[in-house]
Every structure is written in C-alpha cells, then in structure tokens.
C-alpha cells in the first residue's frame, strides 16, 4: 500500500515563527502536492513538485514556500506564521504526469494552529 | 481554469435510504473527473474515478456515479447507505493530458450524515 506520512498531526506555533511541515512517501512516486484544507472552501492547492529540487506555484503561494531535495520528501515552509494560516495542511503525491491524471494519494494531514 | 461546484455542503440520509451528491464542473475539451472520500480524522482517499470508456463507474463499496458531459456533471449516488459512510465527500476534475495535468482542483466538499 502506498504509505504517505506527515510529521505531525497537530502543530501549535506562535505568529512570526518559521514553520516546517515535512511529507514522505513511499512509493516513488515523481509528483507531490501541499493542500490547505478550510471549512466551506474544500481543498487548495499551495504547491506541488513534479520532481527533486523542481516546483510549481499552485492556487494559493503567498506566505509559503517548499523544499524537495529528495524524491520522497517535500517540505513546506511558512517562513513568518500568521493567525490567517491556521489550517488543516494535507500532503499528497501521485505517479508522472504527462499523461491522464493518475490517484493522489493523501497523507493524514497536520492540523496548524498559530496563536 | 478548471472549476468544480458542490452545490450541497451537508446532505442528512436515513440509514438503507438512497442518496446523492452533486458535483458539476465548467466545461473543457477533455476532463477526468474524481470522487474522494474523507473519514472523521482522516486524509483523503480515491472513491472512484472516470477518465474515460463507460461513462458510469463504480466504486467497491457500492458508489456509483455517472459523467454526463452535456450537463458537466459527475453525481455521486449510492442506493442504500450505512453508518459507515458517514464522511466528507470531495468531486475534483483535471485539465486533462499534458504538463500541468496532474494538478486537481477540488469542489468545497459535501458533508453526509447518516442517521440511524
């Protein structure tokens, strides 16, 4: 089974601090995504990764930045946390584009507080 | 860019009564089109999923839904429901072959009760 795990399940930070939300997966898959999900806004995208050290801007970027240094890993940054980025984060990876899009496989998400 | 409308955010069901959830999107040259469920505590998970052949899919916990592409709808419908599929369920689309494609774009999500 496909395995994709977050370092966190819940994160309590205080505005200004820098934020890391770490993803892996196990499966090798070459795309990886960061989601915030919100009440009554579903799911957004913030970034995704089709490959290492390669990276996309998705619907929402501001205030974040990723890192993916490794194949299985991509991490997200909030390099200054404000109280508008308490949010649910899910992590996602799914196999090479390029083609019909294939399943996203989710992790179990982080739910962030910043205070 | 590609949108998707879940027009109902929570959908009460006796239990053994049918149901379903409706998603539509905006029309596009070519779409493949998700139903992902979430669980209480839980990520995300495929419910099934049509890129193409018969416009019907199944899932194998007895979802079905049907691609209509001249009404750009995608509803999820499942004939008698049970405790157990008390959830969140998500429609996505995507854009499609090519780069850019493994992106989804996600409807706000439906919230189904069922009450015992």
């Known amino acids: 089974d496909v395995k994709v795990t977050q370092s966190s399940r819940y994160l309590v930070k205080r505005t200004g601090e820098k934020v890391f939300l770490e993803c892996v997966q196990d499966?090798?898959?070459?795309?990886m995504f960061w989601y915030r999900q919100d009440p009554g806004l579903g799911l957004r995208l913030i970034y995704f990764?089709?490959?290492?050290?390669?990276?996309e801007k998705g619907d929402i970027p501001e205030g974040y930045s990723v890192s993916r240094e490794k194949k299985e890993r991509f991490s997200l940054i909030l390099e200054s946390a404000s109280t508008n980025q308490t949010s649910m984060y899910l992590c996602?990876?799914?196999?090479?584009?390029?083609?019909?899009?294939?399943?996203?496989?989710f992790g179990p998400g982080t739910r962030l507080t910043v205070l | 860019a590609q949108s998707v409308t879940q027009l109902d955010s929570q959908v009460p069901v006796f239990e053994e009564a049918p149901v379903e959830l409706r998603c539509n999107y905006s029309?596009?040259?070519?779409?493949?089109l998700f139903w992902y469920v979430q669980y209480p505590n839980q990520g995300l998970q495929l419910l099934l999923k049509?890129?193409?052949?018969?416009?019907l899919v199944e899932s194998i916990n007895g979802f079905e839904a049907e691609f209509n592409k001249s009404q750009t709808s995608f509803h999820l419908r499942k004939p008698s429901v049970h405790i157990s599929d008390t959830a969140e369920y998500f429609c996505?689309?995507?854009?499609?072959?090519?780069?850019?494609?493994?992106?989804?774009?996600f409807g706000t999500g439906t919230r189904l009760t069922i009450i015992p």
């Open positions: 049509y890129l193409s052949g018969s416009t």
């Open positions: 996602a990876s799914s196999t090479l584009g390029g083609r019909p899009a294939d399943t996203q496989y």
């Open positions: 996505a689309v995507s854009d499609g072959e090519g780069f850019g494609n493994e992106k989804l774009t």
């Open positions: 029309s596009s040259v070519s779409v493949y």
């Open positions: 990764s089709y490959d290492v050290k390669m990276k």
């Open positions: 499966m090798d898959h070459e795309n």
